[in-house]
């Protein structure tokens, strides 16, 4: 019964390629995120979606689509991946002010 | 730079003593969140407090926001091994969305 969930936990891959990291989560929230974590352990907000509708989109390659089939899914699609996206990628949703994040999801291009 | 700044960026310090970590950041915000991240996790929130609170204590954890110096201090009491972690603060300068601004962190280290 976890909260937030994301899979892959780990996604290593070829510069070029495209990938996508799943999130989903059962606590009835309407708001969902994404947030990228450098290896300097900064985080910063790349996207919120509210009840499937995009709310917040950061300064972000548009390379970078967030998808929400649904208000518990929100699912980010990366094309051409290059070396500066590898980071942990985290999902968080909430209801009001605080913010339940998943496990995170480690990518590694190479 | 980063809207929150926190200081120092490492403490180690013995188990039963306390932590204090501070926070700066640069704009009016709506509330202020202390976050716990232990290795290789995700997030958890710790506690909010409002612009127009002063001081909050939850458990063993008092935080306190200065508005006029745009600062926040986390105080860990009686910390324990488990409380080695790192700490970041997220502001919600409240232009909706529930967007939170993350402070660059603390990482504590509560040795035996």
């Known amino acids: 019964d976890t909260a937030v969930s994301q899979t892959p936990k780990y996604l290593v891959t070829q510069m070029g390629n495209d990938k996508s990291i799943k999130c989903e989560q059962n606590?009835?929230?309407?708001?969902m995120y994404w947030y990228k974590q450098d290896s300097k352990k900064f985080l910063k907000i790349m996207f919120s979606?509210?009840?499937?509708?995009?709310?917040i989109n950061e300064t972000v390659p548009n390379r970078f689509s967030p998808k929400s089939p649904d208000k518990a899914h929100l699912n980010l699609h990366i094309n051409s991946l290059e070396l500066g996206d590898s980071a942990v990628y985290f999902c968080?949703?909430?209801?009001?002010?605080?913010?339940?994040f998943g496990p995170g999801t480690r990518l590694t291009v190479l | 730079s980063q809207q929150g700044e926190e200081d120092p960026q490492a403490l180690s310090i013995q188990e039963g003593e306390n932590a204090t970590m501070n926070c700066s950041y640069k704009?009016?915000?709506?509330?202020l969140q202390w976050y716990r991240q232990n290795s290789g996790r995700g997030l958890v929130h710790l506690i909010l407090?409002?612009?127009?609170?002063r001081e909050k204590h939850s458990g063993r954890l008092r935080v306190t926001l200065d508005t006029s110096k745009k600062s926040s201090s986390l105080l860990i009491t009686a910390s324990r091994a488990a409380d080695t972690a790192s700490y970041f603060c997220?502001?919600?300068?409240?232009?909706?969305?529930?967007?939170?601004?993350f402070g660059t962190g603390t990482q504590l280290k509560v040795e035996l």
């Open positions: 968080a949703s909430s209801q009001g002010a605080e913010q339940f």
């Open positions: 606590l009835g929230h309407d708001t």
């Open positions: 979606y509210n009840n499937k509708e995009l709310i």
């Open positions: 704009t009016s915000i709506n509330n």
């Open positions: 407090i409002r612009s127009n609170e």
């Open positions: 997220a502001t919600d300068e409240g232009g909706g969305g529930n967007k939170l601004t």
